[in-house]
C-alpha cells in the first residue's frame, strides 16, 4: 500500500523536461530529501529546516506556489513531515497556515506511511533502510499507473 503512494508522490513530484515542474513537496531537513531522491523523487524538494523562521517560509510558499495549479491539478504542494510527536506539530502548523492562505496541501503519503511504518519508524529517513524493498514495489506502480 506504501509503494502505491510513493508511486503517486513520485509523479505528482516529478521534474518536467520542458522546464515546468509538477507538485513540490516538503520536508523537514536533508536527510528526508536524501531518503527521497534514493527512492525515485525527481522534483523539487523544499526543506523547512534552511535557517528561516517559519512565518518566513510560509511567505515563500504562499509566493511561490499559491497560483501554481499541477499538471495533474491536485493539491499544489504535499507535506511530508515526520509522523512523531514534533514532526506531527509542524504538519499541522504549515497545513493549517497554507490552506488558510488557500494553498491546497497535499498530505496522502504521511497518512499511509503513520498506519505502515508505525513499529519501524516515526520519521521520512526511518525509510532509507527499506528502500532496497521499496524501489522495486514503487517502480512497478508506477509502471501500472502510466
Same mark, same amino acid.
Given at each position: 500500500?506504501?509503494?502505491?503512494?510513493?508511486?503517486?508522490?513520485?509523479?505528482?513530484?516529478?521534474?518536467?523536461?520542458?522546464?515546468?515542474?509538477?507538485?513540490?513537496?516538503?520536508?523537514?531537513?536533508?536527510?528526508?530529501?536524501?531518503?527521497?531522491?534514493?527512492?525515485?523523487?525527481?522534483?523539487?524538494?523544499?526543506? *523547512?529546516?534552511?535557517?528561516?523562521?517559519?512565518? !518566513?517560509? +510560509?511567505?515563500?510558499?504562499?509566493?511561490?506556489?499559491?497560483?501554481? /495549479? %499541477? &499538471?495533474?491539478?491536485?493539491?499544489?504542494?504535499?507535506?511530508?513531515?515526520?509522523?512523531?510527536?514534533?514532526?506531527?506539530?509542524?504538519?499541522?502548523?504549515?497545513?493549517?497556515?497554507?490552506?488558510?492562505?488557500?494553498?491546497?496541501?497535499?498530505?496522502?503519503?504521511?497518512?499511509?506511511? *503513520?498506519?505502515?511504518?508505525?513499529?519501524?519508524? !516515526?520519521? +521520512?529517513?526511518?525509510?532509507?533502510?527499506?528502500?532496497?524493498?521499496? /524501489? %522495486? &514495489?514503487?517502480?512497478?506502480?508506477?509502471?501500472?499507473?502510466?
Amino acid at each position: 500500500m506504501a509503494a502505491k503512494n510513493f508511486a503517486l508522490a513520485i509523479i505528482r513530484n516529478k521534474f518536467e523536461l520542458d522546464g515546468g515542474y509538477n507538485c513540490p513537496i516538503v520536508v523537514e531537513g536533508l536527510k528526508d530529501e536524501k531518503t527521497l531522491r534514493i527512492l525515485g523523487f525527481t522534483g523539487i524538494i523544499e526543506k *523547512i529546516n534552511r535557517g528561516w523562521n517559519q512565518s !518566513k517560509l +510560509v511567505a515563500y510558499l504562499h509566493k511561490t506556489y499559491s497560483s501554481f /495549479i %499541477p &499538471l495533474d491539478n491536485g493539491p499544489a504542494i504535499i507535506l511530508l513531515m515526520d509522523w512523531d510527536r514534533t514532526g506531527g506539530k509542524i504538519q499541522k502548523f504549515f497545513r493549517d497556515q497554507l490552506m488558510s492562505l488557500d494553498v491546497p496541501i497535499d498530505e496522502d503519503l504521511r497518512d499511509i506511511l *503513520i498506519k505502515t511504518m508505525k513499529p519501524e519508524g !516515526k520519521t +521520512v529517513e526511518s525509510i532509507r533502510p527499506y528502500s532496497d524493498i521499496l /524501489i %522495486p &514495489l514503487i517502480e512497478d506502480n508506477i509502471k501500472q499507473i502510466i
